[in-house]
């Protein structure tokens, strides 16, 4: 085991991708998108994974200070099954701390997006959807809560796919809350996403919530868009989203919009649920067993604990703090409780619509941001961004951002969502539409 900065003690003789390594490290200089780069990668097509799967003898810490040098001594099952079929593991890229955030910007290390600069990458996968949107050919293993695979997909104008909750095993991914965290992956191109998706799915027995399904292909010729999802949306969103469902339409699709004020619910609900689970899972993070070791054990209690978790960010620390309170005994039933039964309401509803139709929205209610103005944004701001990918999220179904237009050079994505199970209808409709719809990148290492 290592980390990137020890010598390694195995040193292959011919370094395998020397011009892809030399570029990919001056552009990650600028770009900022991985945490560590594997320099003695293996032949193969290579793949990255997101900081917050563990990978062999690599620090693994969530973008998070407190696991700072962590070194996994095993692989997470998706990276195994990756390794396993002869694919490279390139390196470890940048998150928001935990996937706490939409924009990446909640973490050390921020991923700039390769439209703009001064632009943010997304959340909280920001670092793979950046490697995707720079290396022509490359996978990027993700992994989405509530929307760090559209949302930053979206923004950097690759393709992102979130799997039906279930479908791929989480053993090895560092837990943020575990009934909403799926495994998926981004790629340019929607045949690549299929090929890994086969390769990392599937049983395992490290992880019960994982299923053997068989997954269907059912292609839908209906398009419903729920209004309240796309009203909130900015102006120049609004008017490319229009060409894009007239195109659809073209294509032989039936559009039908309906109204559900409901599904404003989504938010709250989502985020009383996913800080409750977080709260449980940073308990362990107390610099004893888990987490950045002191080895100081001279202090205090409180002391030593509380020193140790001064560790945290600050949107750690307040999740911690609210996902504590909601699920507080006196407070459980008016919040956790009532958050849980929404949950089922708006699963059972949207699952209603969808039963002959796939739902269509833009991903993101903006096109990337500047660095500087995600940071000024308010917590309650920054939630709000997360409106339209967070339904699919907290029902578990399977969802896809694919980029469909540009505006004033930045790439915005369209979110396409099925039913349970019905999986690759979603990827057989982007390869449909890449053959009509030319993406463009910046960079093509
Ligand atoms: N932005 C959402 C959150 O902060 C979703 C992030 C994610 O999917 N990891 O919870």
Redesign the pocket.
């Known amino acids: 085991m290592r980390s990137a900065s020890e010598p390694k003690k195995q040193r292959k003789e011919k370094v395998v991708y020397p011009k892809l390594l030399r570029e990919l490290t001056k552009l990650n200089e600028e770009l900022h998108f991985f945490t560590v780069i594997n320099d003695n990668i293996s032949e193969g097509a290579p793949f990255s994974v997101k900081d917050n799967l563990c990978v062999k003898g690599f620090e693994s810490r969530a973008g998070s200070k407190i696991l700072k040098g962590y070194l996994p001594q095993f692989n997470a099952t998706p990276v195994e099954r990756m390794i396993a079929k002869g694919f490279g593991f390139l390196g470890k890229t940048t998150?928001?701390e935990?996937?706490?955030?939409?924009f990446g910007v909640?973490t050390d290390i921020v991923a700039r997006n390769p439209f703009d600069e001064k632009c943010v990458a997304g959340?909280?996968?920001s670092g793979a959807a950046v490697a995707t949107a720079v290396m022509k050919n490359h996978i990027a293993i993700a992994?989405?809560?509530?929307?760090?695979?559209s949302?930053p997909a979206s923004f950097c104008g690759v393709v992102g796919f979130t799997p039906t909750y279930g479908l791929i095993s989480r053993y090895g991914l560092i837990d943020?809350?575990n009934s909403?965290?799926k495994i998926g992956i981004m790629a340019r191109e929607s045949n690549q996403i299929r090929e890994t998706f086969d390769i990392i799915k599937g049983k395992d027995g490290y992880d019960s919530t994982c299923v053997d399904k068989k997954l269907t292909a059912l292609k839908k010729k209906k398009i419903v868009v729920i209004d309240q999802l796309t009203n909130g949306v900015s102006e120049e969103i609004k008017s490319t989203f229009q060409v894009l469902l007239a195109r659809l339409e073209n294509q032989g699709y039936a559009i039908e919009h309906v109204s559900f004020d409901f599904i404003d619910k989504a938010i709250p609900a989502?985020?009383i649920i996913?800080m409750a689970e977080?709260s449980t899972n940073l308990a362990k993070y107390d610099g004893y067993k888990y987490g950045m070791q002191y080895g100081d054990f001279t202090k205090k209690y409180n002391e030593f604990f509380t020193n140790a978790r001064e560790n945290f960010g600050t949107?750690a620390k307040r999740r911690i703090v609210l996902g504590t309170f909601v699920r507080g005994a006196s407070v459980k039933d008016k919040y956790y409780t009532k958050a849980l039964k929404v949950r089922t309401a708006l699963t059972n509803k949207l699952s209603s619509l969808m039963k002959d139709a796939f739902i269509l929205s833009p991903t993101m209610p903006i096109t990337a941001p500047k660095i500087e103005e995600a940071r000024k944004l308010s917590p309650l701001q920054?939630?709000a961004?997360?409106s339209l990918?967070?339904p699919p999220?907290l029902s578990g179904f399977p969802h896809v951002s694919f980029p469909y237009a540009y505006i004033k050079g930045m790439p915005v994505g369209a979110q396409l969502i099925t039913s349970h199970f019905n999986d690759y209808a979603l990827l057989d409709f982007v390869s449909e539409w890449e053959k009509s719809f030319e993406y463009q990148f910046k960079h093509n290492l």
């Open positions: 998150m928001d935990f996937g706490f955030g939409s909640n959340g909280s996968s992994e989405s809560t509530g929307g760090s695979i949302n943020y809350a909403l965290d989502y985020y996913s977080a949107e920054t939630y961004m997360d990918t967070i999220n």
